[in-house]
């Protein structure tokens, strides 16, 4: 197995988190059950990149939050959590 570099593992650990919140804000869930699983997956991965992306450096929160322009100009939004 070959060592994995930590800071090139949360950088793509951070992006997937960034992608998968955006794609669950997209679609359009079609019933009770699975709108409640939005929440809760919303909940979780913002909850999850938040304590990624204020435990590392800035300039790795940055490479983090590129995935997506529309969530770097949210990030200085207040948590609605």
Do not use: C
């Amino acid at each position: 197995m070959n060592p994995v570099d930590p800071t090139l593992h949360i950088i793509t650990q951070g992006q997937a988190l960034v992608r998968v919140i955006e794609a669950l804000q997209v679609i359009e869930p079609s019933g009770r059950l699975e709108r409640a699983i939005v929440r809760l997956l919303l909940a979780a991965y913002r909850r999850r990149l938040r304590a990624i992306v204020v435990s590392v450096p800035a300039w790795v929160s940055d490479k983090v939050l590129a995935a997506s322009e529309g969530f770097r100009s949210a990030r200085s939004m207040p948590s609605k959590n």
